[in-house]
């Protein structure tokens, strides 16, 4: 059989297999089937990175501008397609799918703008008798070759963070995406295919974990950009070499309800944070801590609108609730409920599961020991509990080998600028979930939750190096 969608090898597209099966997450069957590279594809594919290196740091960044401007023309253009596609290879809810669309054009958006932005320093030398007529600048040059991990939870949108600002940064690079969601960057590689970008300077190969060391440990690669679980992403850095690493690794986001919020609204956002796209997102709310004076009623008006959430088939317009990416994920998910209910914890709603489908699901009482607390669920659960002082509230959060993003839904400025110097975490998002995210912001975490940051200008950052010039006048 012949596969539905080619890896792109040095730009090009090839078919030499049809060995990788993507199957629909709500229903079980295949949905398509991909070419999958091997380790000698994955060394050629280097090596044209290699050879591109030189053709990409001398793109003028108008036309890196202009290849990136094609992507997001394009991308409108298939917007239908890319979300039907993004809802069965994922299971994400057709709505979502066509947020994430949203957010895959925009990415390349900024990347189109911040292309033409990345500009230098004059310095001034002259800081003592010595250094008198000596001028500085400095400029940003590409670091060389790039090799981009993608998860499986944003096919589309994390592969862009990776792809978009390696093009505006004039590096040439090779993408492994996520083997349960490949589809969604082989779609950016046809659309890459299609621009003026130099030979070679691009490689998009689904393959299989044992095929993929080169990813990570060949030294002609100057920079891994991996998204994914702290387990692998901390393994993988330790093989990396001499290469530059950014690691994105998730965590188990917690939200402040303090008693001046408005419950409402935060019950409302918390729906969205806890079980969007069934929770499976690094910065999903997994622990929800809420002022004693108000957690019964943030409680009781939280169940009752998780009770009224839809869940089911990804493709009808109103579901919310969709499959996990594997049933083994979900059976996952399905014991640690289990283990935190024999730990004490009780149910306030949902806790079944039925494949790769799991209940949204509330719990309180859980033990801060129990993995839905200490660990990062990637499922629809999250759990409840009070606290008594803000203070107190903080130093739960920061009780966390994690720290990514958290949410605070307060009205007090103090008690915000507090939180923003105390809270252990890469991101605080204040009258909101920690959940929340837009493409341009410096993305990323601390501890146990990654190294670096995204979001397009600080991924230039990292795929760039300073190279200085001092010029003497002797005049």
């Known amino acids: 059989m012949e596969a539905t969608y080619p890896y792109y090898l040095a730009g090009r597209p090839h078919s030499p297999n049809a060995d990788l099966e993507v199957v629909d997450k709500y229903s079980g069957d295949v949905a398509t089937r991909v070419a999958i590279a091997d380790a000698a594809t994955i060394d050629q594919a280097i090596a044209a990175t290699v050879n591109a290196a030189d053709a990409m740091r001398k793109l003028p960044p108008f036309k890196r501008q202009e290849i990136l401007q094609h992507c997001v023309r394009r991308f409108e253009e298939r917007r239908d397609e890319l979300a039907d596609s993004l809802c069965v290879e994922a299971g994400k809810p057709i709505r979502d799918s066509r947020g994430e669309v949203s957010r895959l054009i925009d990415t390349f958006r900024i990347a189109a703008e911040e292309s033409v932005r990345i500009g230098g320093e004059v310095l001034n030398l002259e800081i003592s008798a010595r250094a008198e007529g000596y001028r500085g600048m400095d400029r940003r040059v590409p670091i060389g070759p790039c090799s981009l991990i993608a998860p499986f939870n944003f096919p589309l949108n994390l592969a862009a963070h990776k792809i978009a600002p390696a093009i505006a940064a004039g590096c040439p690079f090779v993408l492994k995406p996520a083997s349960r969601t490949p589809v969604g960057a082989l779609q950016i590689g046809a659309v890459l295919a299609e621009t003026d970008l130099p030979e070679g300077a691009f490689s998009i190969l689904p393959c299989r974990r044992e095929?993929?060391?080169?990813?990570?440990?060949?030294?002609?690669?100057?920079?891994?950009?991996?998204?994914?679980?702290?387990?692998?992403?901390?393994?993988?850095?330790?093989?990396?070499?001499?290469?530059?690493?950014?690691?994105?690794?998730?965590?188990?986001?917690a939200c402040i309800v303090d008693e001046d919020a408005d419950l409402e609204f935060a019950a409302d956002r918390m729906i969205i944070g806890a079980f969007y796209q069934s929770g499976q997102?690094?910065?999903?709310?997994?622990?929800?801590?809420?002022?004693?004076?108000?957690?019964?009623?943030?409680?009781?008006?939280?169940?009752?609108?998780?009770n009224k959430l839809t869940s089911g088939d990804p493709k009808h317009e109103d579901t919310f609730i969709g499959p996990l990416i594997s049933v083994p994920d979900?059976?996952?998910?399905?014991?640690?409920?289990t283990q935190a209910v024999d730990a004490g914890g009780r149910i306030l709603c949902g806790g079944r599961r039925s494949g790769a489908m799991v209940d949204a699901t509330l719990?309180?009482?859980?033990?801060?020991?129990?993995?839905?607390?200490?660990?990062?669920?990637f499922g629809p659960v999250a759990v409840l509990s009070p606290f008594s002082t803000f203070d107190d509230a903080l130093e739960t959060i920061n009780d966390s080998r994690f720290g990514l993003q958290a949410g605070i839904f307060t009205r007090d400025l103090h008690k915000m600028l507090r939180a923003w110097d105390e809270l252990q975490v890469g991101g605080v998002v204040i009258g909101d979930v920690p959940s929340w995210r837009v493409d341009n912001m410096p993305y990323g975490g601390v501890k146990d939750s990654g190294l670096g940051r995204e979001g397009i200008r600080y991924s230039i950052e990292d795929m760039t190096e300073r190279r200085l010039l001092v010029i003497r006048d002797r005049t």
């Open 281 to 306: 997102s690094c910065i999903a709310v997994q622990r929800i801590l809420v002022h004693r004076s108000v957690y019964e009623r943030f409680r009781d008006l939280l169940v009752d609108k998780t």
């Open 211 to 253: 095929s993929a060391d080169r990813f990570t440990t060949d030294e002609r690669l100057k920079l891994l950009s991996f998204t994914g679980s702290p387990d692998v992403g901390w393994s993988l850095k330790s093989k990396a070499g001499k290469k530059r690493v950014v690691l994105e690794l998730g965590g188990n986001a």
């Open 330 to 337: 979900a059976e996952r998910v399905s014991d640690w409920i």
């Open 363 to 377: 719990m309180e009482n859980v033990p801060g020991d129990q993995k839905l607390c200490a660990e990062e669920a």
